[in-house]
Every structure is written in C-alpha cells, then in structure tokens.
C-alpha cells in the first residue's frame, strides 16, 4: 500500500498561483494512477485533475482545464498540481488519492487518500 501527505496549500489573493504536492511513501509510486481532489464542508468531494502511472496521461475537470496543470516526478514520488488565476471559488481542501488499477474521476474508486491541504483565496 502507500501513504499520502499533501502540502503547499495557503493564502492566496485573487489571480495568483498556488502548487500543491502530494509526497507518497510505501509500494513505488509508479504502480499508482493519482487524482486531484476538493471539498468544501457544504458541498461534495469534487474531481480536479487525474494522472497516469508514467503521468504521460492526464485529465482535468472541463472547468478546470487551462488553470490546473498535474504532473509527477516518480523518482521523487510526488505528484504535484499547478493551480494559476485562482479565484475564490477555488476555496476548498484539496486531497491526493491514488488507485493501482482505476484511471477516472470517481473519488469513491480511489483506494488510497492523503490528509488535505486547505487552500483559501482572497477576492
């Protein structure tokens, strides 16, 4: 199996960047498909962003896509997420979740899940 920790969530104002990581310790982290996920306490867990074992595939939620960018660096077991013009309805936690056999945008299919690191922006 494989643990997850995330971080580099923050403040943040208006139109700014923010990159989160997800640092992964355990089974290699190359035998597990990542996705990007948030949630604000009223509303539901919400896909953002997905990554392959070798990151050559990637996916983003439609709304999302051309702001957030996934990437991983195996050798360094991170996965990361660059989150440009961020706006307030970007406030959320956002988690890491891995699975070693399913690639999508369901988080209930995801086996494994970090802890969350809550990003804030400022209008």
């Known amino acids: 199996q494989v643990q997850l920790v995330e971080s580099g969530g923050g403040l943040v104002q208006a139109g700014g960047s923010l990159r989160l990581s997800c640092a992964a310790s355990?089974?290699?982290?190359?035998?597990?498909?990542v996705g990007w996920f948030r949630q604000t306490p009223g509303k539901e867990r919400e896909f953002v962003a997905r990554?392959?074992?070798?990151?050559?595939?990637?996916g983003y939620a439609d709304s999302l896509k051309g702001r957030f960018t996934i990437s991983r660096d195996n050798a360094k077991n991170t996965v990361s997420l660059q989150m440009n013009s961020l706006t307030p309805e970007d406030t959320a936690v956002y988690y890491c979740?891995?699975?070693?056999?399913?690639?999508?945008?369901?988080?209930?299919?995801?086996?494994?899940w970090g802890q969350g690191t809550q990003v804030t922006v400022s209008s």
């Open positions: 355990g089974r290699s982290f190359s035998s597990y498909n």
């Open positions: 990554i392959t074992k070798s990151g050559v595939g990637r």
């Open positions: 979740a891995a699975s070693v056999n399913y690639y999508g945008t369901s988080g209930d299919q995801f086996d494994y």
